[in-house]
């Protein structure tokens, strides 16, 4: 999803590239956005109902404000805007784990097949030109 262009737009600004850099970083935000959407609307919503993954739903819907804000700001031309990104990346690194080890996997036994049918049908909404329609590569 995102890591791919995070990575090429880390690697374009180790070589001291900051054109491509920044075409990545607007691609990387667009794809986030609707990423996050589909969580939002999806699962987060569904989920957020229980009290015992409210809080920590909300935690991560912060994390997605904050990122989008950094990466709506940056500009990759500018050393210290460089090392906010770099910081950034580090963090949705940090973001997705959370959700990968947490949220995700409780999720498998916390919801009904309805709720399911609401994430995913939240979800495809979100990514109409994804393959599949889940947003997945």
Known sequence: MADQPAGDALRALGRGDPGPATALVARMGRDLLAHWRGEEEGLFAVMGGDPEYAGHIGSL??????LAAV??????GRAEDVV??????????????????G???AS???????EWDRSVAAWRAAHPDAPGGLGLP
Request: aromatic share 2%; proline share 5%; no cysteine.
């Open 61 to 66: 819907v912060r994390e997605h404000r904050e």
């Open 71 to 76: 990466l709506g700001r940056v500009d990759p």
């Open 84 to 101: 906010q990104l770099r910081e950034a990346v580090d963090e949705l690194h940090r973001h997705i784990a959370k959700e990968e080890d």
């Open 103 to 105: 949220l995700f996997p």
């Open 108 to 114: 498998l036994t916390a919801l009904s097949g309805e």
